[in-house]
């Protein structure tokens, strides 16, 4: 792929003010851009693709800065064809390049579920071997910002029941490069799915918690590793994404009466750490998961299946807290009633206890 030269001084994408790597904090949007450019820096066969992705630099600020650095010829906005765009990053990957490939809206999968489905995540089986697919769909989810059922979902547990691809759910701006940089290294599809509530933006307050010390240099965080954000003995909450910090919100609440909960961020659904979460099991004896996705069919079932496959005897307790089987509303008292809080995390803990 031909590179534009960048003009001298150009300010490098991502890069952040501060000197000091181990004092320095980003936004986990930051983060993810630094770990974009840094792989574009060493890798001209990487590049970037989506919707408004150039010039307005991601809806959600995924790909700010990196149009000024790389040039239109690496960082490219592409017409409103989801089906067209995916299967030309599918055919670029095939050929060598290692496209990100970024879908505005993981809700508007659906019109391109072909080129995702039976094309990016089935082609090196289909084809023996004989091709690899080495791109990232990068994708935004999550509501709780009103903008109602058709732009609001998370799906997780869609992309995860389908093999042939890795799926990647950041929580923290330190697990968002991490994982941001194995996911454009590795030779099979990743989908890397971004809450837009952790990143950091003006418009759209995030919680405390995502904006972490961030290293400079690059680093990778191997799929499959989930990662205890807090210890306790009285109840296991295993979660993602947004409700990793509701979670932890709520076991400072049930600190405050005795009960210690141990909080597990997945950070990937494929592969699965089943590991980490049947040890903490064993160690308390109660399992509640938290999920934006829907109750039936997701996330949450999986997780207490396998816990029962290879723990029934030492579990005491579970519950799962989700989102009902409906729309996601528009109104906002609506969307906070469906949308699982701190509160309803901390109750159900509360409940294993009984």
């Known amino acids: 792929m031909a590179t534009e030269e960048r003009e001298s001084g150009a300010q490098q994408a991502g890069t952040a003010d501060a000197t000091d790597a181990g004092d320095r904090e980003l936004t986990m949007s930051r983060a993810m851009v630094e770990a974009v450019a840094t792989e574009m820096r060493e890798d001209n066969e990487v590049f ?104 609001s979902q998370t799906l997780y547990g869609t992309f995860a029941h389908l093999p042939g691809m890795k799926v990647v759910v950041p929580s923290t701006a330190y697990d968002a490069k991490g994982l941001m940089h194995s996911a454009i290294r590795d030779d099979d599809p990743v989908v890397y799915l971004f809450h837009k509530r952790l990143m950091g933006l003006g418009w759209m307050p995030s919680p405390p918690g995502p904006k972490t010390a961030v290293p400079e240099e690059a680093y990778e965080i191997p799929f499959g590793e989930a990662d205890v954000k807090r210890e306790g003995d009285d109840a296991t909450v295993v979660t993602l994404g947004l409700h990793v910090h509701r979670a932890l ?65 030492e579990l005491d307790a579970v519950e799962r807290v989700a989102m009902p089987d409906v729309p996601v509303p528009y109104a906002r008292p609506l969307e906070q009633e469906v949308n699982p809080d701190a509160g309803d995390i901390a109750a159900a803990v509360r409940r294993t206890q009984e």
Do not use: C, W
């Open 249 to 313: 919100d709520a076991a400072e609440t049930l600190a405050d009466d005795g009960i210690e909960a141990e909080v597990i961020d997945l950070r990937t659904l494929v592969p699965f750490d089943t590991e980490t979460v049947l040890e903490s099991v064993r160690k308390t004896g109660r399992l509640v998961v938290v999920d934006e996705d829907y109750r039936s069919f997701g996330l949450t079932g999986e997780v207490v299946a396998r816990v029962a496959d290879e723990a029934l005897s």
């Open 48 to 151: 970037v693709m989506g919707e408004d992705v150039a010039d307005y630099g991601g809806i959600f600020d995924s790909t700010e800065g990196l149009l000024d650095e790389f040039g239109r010829d690496r960082v490219m906005d592409v017409p409103i064809s989801e089906t067209a765009f995916l299967g030309a990053a599918v055919g670029a990957a095939q050929a060598g390049m290692r496209p990100i490939a970024e879908l505005m809206f993981v809700d508007f999968f659906g019109v391109a579920m072909d080129q995702i489905y039976n094309q990016m995540a089935k082609n090196t089986y289909m084809s023996g071997g004989a091709v690899d697919v080495p791109m990232v769909l990068m994708s935004a989810v999550g509501g709780t910002y009103n903008d109602a059922a058709q732009h």
